[in-house]
Structure formats: structure tokens, C-alpha cells
């Protein structure tokens, strides 16, 4: 079974601190992918990676970057946290050569910035 | 600008019942459309996907259907059960892209005994 996890389920920061969020996934997916999730809004994508060290930028980028140093780890990270952040997020991968090219989620992290 | 519209927000159907729930898409360019399934708690899990060169799929209780000239798709579930009740989400995308998914706004599905 595949399996992504997320380093965090909660997490309570401070506004203007700097914050990361991990993912690892354990089945050498080549791409992954960091997803907010709010109510009434779905899943908004905010930067995927296919490849280390690759990655493009989603629908809502401003206000985070993100790091992927090795296959199995895409971080996402937040520079100066703000209370518009509080979210659940979720972190995904998928092979893009293994149909039906199913994403695999990982449990998600919600965080709230105070 | 959300690429993928999806309807209704919430829907309540008794067991045994057809659920169904609607989306429509803008970019004709679209040529890979999943459902996923999310269950409080849990990170959304694939239902079932289709490609445009096709107009209807089905796997057990859950069907796909595909009209690409009104650009529209829908999921059909049939006999519903309350097993079934979950957020479930459609979602369109290039499959040159990465598959990095646009996704519906979710419809929140409860299933009554």
C-alpha cells in the first residue's frame, strides 16, 4: 500500500513565524503535490513537484515555497505565517506513469495561525 | 477563476437511492477526469476516472457520465447506502501537466437510513 504521511495533524503557530509542514511518501512517486483544503472553497492547489529539486507553482502560491531535496520528501513551507493561513493541508503523490494515474493523500495537517 | 464547477454543495438522498452530483469544466484542453472520495478525517481516495473518448464508465454502484460537447460530467451513485455519505469531489486536468488536479468545490453527500 502506498503511503503518504505528513509530519503533523495539528499544529498551532503565531502570526509572522516561520513554519514547515513535511511530507513523505514510500512508494518513489515522481510527482507530489501540496493542496489547501477549506470549507466551501474544495482543494486548491499550491505548488507540485515532478521531480527533486523541480516545482511549479499552483493556483496559490503567494505566501508559500516549497523544498524537495530528496524523491520521497516535498516540505511546505511558510515564511511569515498570517491567520489567513489557518487551513488544513494536504500533501499528495503520484506516479504519472501508473494509470489511472490515481494522487495518493496523505492524512492532512491542520493548522491554525493565532 | 475555479476551472471546475461542481453542484450541489450538499445533498441528502435516502438508502437506496440514485445520488447524484453534477460538474462542468471551461478548458476543452481537459482530457482526465477523476471523483475522489473524502471521509472525515481522511485525505480525499480516487472513486473512479474517466477520459473524454468515452461517455459513461462504471465500477460497482458508481457511475461516470461523460457529454463532452456541453462540457459537463456527472457521478451517479446507485442504491445508495449510508456507507456512501462523504464529501466527494470532481476534479479535470491535463495529463501532460503533471496531473496537478483542479478540483470542485466538493458536494457534501449524506445518505439516510
Known amino acids: 500500500d502506498v503511503k503518504v504521511t505528513q509530519s503533523s495533524r495539528y499544529l498551532v503557530k503565531r502570526t509572522g513565524e516561520k513554519v514547515f509542514l513535511e511530507c513523505v511518501q514510500d512508494?518513489?512517486?515522481?510527482?507530489m503535490f501540496w493542496y489547501r483544503q477549506d470549507p466551501g472553497l474544495g482543494l486548491r492547489l499550491i505548488y507540485f513537484s515532478y521531480d527533486v529539486k523541480m516545482k511549479e507553482k499552483g493556483d496559490i502560491p503567494e505566501g508559500y515555497s516549497v523544498s524537495r531535496e530528496k524523491k520521497e520528501r516535498f516540505s511546505l513551507i511558510l515564511e511569515s505565517a498570517s491567520t489567513n493561513q489557518t487551513s488544513m493541508y494536504l500533501c499528495a503523490s503520484l506516479n504519472p506513469g501508473d494509470p489511472p494515474y490515481e494522487q495518493y493523500f496523505g492524512p492532512g495537517t491542520r493548522l491554525t495561525v493565532t | 477563476q475555479q476551472q471546475v464547477k461542481q453542484s450541489p454543495q450538499s445533498l441528502i438522498v435516502q438508502k437506496g437511492g440514485i445520488s447524484i452530483i453534477n460538474c462542468a469544466y471551461e478548458?476543452?484542453?481537459?482530457?482526465?477526469f477523476p471523483w475522489y472520495q473524502q471521509f472525515p478525517g481522511k485525505g480525499p481516495a480516487l472513486l473512479i476516472a474517466?477520459?473524454?473518448?468515452?461517455s459513461e464508465k462504471k465500477e460497482g454502484r458508481f457511475t461516470i457520465s461523460f457529454n463532452k460537447s456541453a462540457k459537463q460530467f456527472s457521478l451517479h451513485i446507485m442504491d445508495s447506502q449510508p456507507g456512501d455519505s462523504a464529501t466527494y469531489f470532481c476534479?479535470?486536468?491535463?495529463?501532460?501537466?503533471?496531473?496537478?488536479?483542479?478540483f470542485g468545490k466538493g458536494t457534501s453527500l449524506l445518505v439516510t437510513p
Open positions: 512508494m518513489d512517486h515522481e510527482n
Open positions: 478548458n476543452t484542453a481537459f482530457d482526465y
Open positions: 476534479a479535470a486536468d491535463f495529463s501532460n501537466s503533471g496531473y496537478a488536479l483542479n
Open positions: 474517466i477520459r473524454p473518448d468515452v
